[in-house]
């Protein structure tokens, strides 16, 4: 009893000395509960420039374009990452953990997971430049910085269907005509790939009515779903979005892990039979006169896609808290020309409306489709994995 005493009090000296360094911390860094009302830029560069260097785990490898111009301005070196989301979270969960502090920014889109674990947990810090605040909205600025809002949308060859998408709704995924003709990253390995379909699952009224404007009759559930759902409740009662889930994954999708090669599979001119598929919007910059021609299925009903947004923290403890301030802002405002692209629209209100009339494309706000509801995702992880296995 004495000795688990014992290492009960040692526990919780331990957990009280490091709610004390991070405090201590944050008062250094002047983040969280110590943010001062008005940022001074000039001290955060003098300060920065001490510091040397700016580590960041980046979900994009455009993050390696800005370097030399960053550290040129500024004279702190950026050393880059580039690793998909999922996995420099899972790297910086074991990293924290050991007390190897050494990152300071995170460019990540795994936002269910940085809501629901790393923010309560007070691994990660929100941290907003003054500079842009008034040109973003709410949900923007907290609880999240938001650089960009991305999306995976379906794509079709246009080469082949210049007058327009050769689907117009979801539920064509399902139809003979596309077996093994529709690609989109595993969504057992592609964590983005499963938002997706996790949101397209929380819709399940939008997808019966779609399926009665698509077929015109109700929609009725097939055996398989019937059996999967009685025999494990938890995944629920029988609903038109699990059902186009099964009718999806039996009409034999093909699963590719890179969405540059989904994006060239679908769009290159020289095929005869193109497939469509899910990939990355922003993928249409890599589109080439007479070599590929991939286009947005807009007209796709319910969706022709799922957005998320791609944000900006700094990790706790970050050895070089200045440094990552000046580069989330350097970010948001010059370097956000690195994502200035096709398919990535801007956090940025004034930088969006330049982006509709550069790009000849739709507001963001205008587009149909759904975003991803990142408490819902998390929550029903699990369930949505039980369910995958036992359609597929």
Do not use: C
Request: charged share 25%; glycine share 6%.
């Amino acid at each position: 009893m004495v000795p688990l005493l014992a290492a009960g009090v040692i526990a919780l000296g331990a957990g009280i000395a490091r709610a004390d360094e991070q405090s201590e911390w944050l008062k250094k860094a002047q983040l969280g509960q110590f943010a001062p009302m008005k940022q001074d830029w000039k001290a955060i560069e003098a300060a920065a420039r001490k510091e040397g260097k700016v580590v960041i785990y980046s979900v994009s490898s455009r993050i390696f374009k800005l370097q030399k111009k960053f550290e040129k301005k500024f004279g702190v070196e950026v050393v880059g990452h580039d690793i998909a989301s999922a996995i420099q979270l899972e790297k910086f969960r074991r990293e924290h953990k050991a007390r190897i502090y050494q990152v300071d920014v995170l460019f990540n889109n795994a936002t269910p997971l940085l809501l629901n674990e790393f923010l309560p947990r007070k691994m990660v810090w929100n941290f907003v430049p003054d500079s842009v605040a008034g040109k973003l909205d709410k949900s923007e600025k907290e609880p999240f910085l938001v650089q960009r809002w991305s999306s995976r949308v379906l794509f079709y060859n246009g080469a082949k269907h210049p007058g327009g998408a050769p689907i117009d709704s979801l539920w064509d995924l399902t139809r003979e005509e596309w077996r093994g003709k529709f690609l989109m990253p595993n969504p057992l390995e592609s964590s983005v790939q499963a938002n997706v379909i996790q949101t397209i699952l929380q819709h399940p009224k939008e997808m019966a009515a779609e399926y009665e404007r698509k077929f015109g009759k109700p929609i009725t559930y097939s055996k398989k779903l019937k059996k999967a759902t009685k025999k494990n409740p938890l995944l629920g009662k029988p609903d038109a979005a699990k059902e186009w889930l099964y009718r999806m994954l039996n009409n034999k999708p093909t699963f590719l892990r890179s969405t540059t090669k989904i994006f060239k599979n679908i769009g290159s001119v020289k095929q005869k039979n193109p497939p469509v598929g899910f990939t990355t919007f922003s993928k249409i910059r890599k589109n080439k006169k007479g070599i590929l021609d991939a286009r947005p299925a807009y007209d796709v009903k319910p969706v022709f896609g799922v957005s998320y947004p791609t944000v900006l923290v700094i990790a706790d403890r970050a050895p070089h808290p200045n440094a990552a301030k000046l580069l989330v802002r350097y970010m948001m405002e010059k370097g956000f020309k690195y994502w200035n692209v096709h398919g990535d629209y801007a956090a940025r209100s004034d930088v969006a409306a330049k982006q509709v009339k550069k790009f000849g494309i739709p507001p963001f706000e205008d587009l149909k489709m759904w975003p991803i509801d990142q408490t819902y995702v998390y929550d029903h992880k699990y369930t949505y994995l039980s369910l995958f296995l036992a359609l597929k």
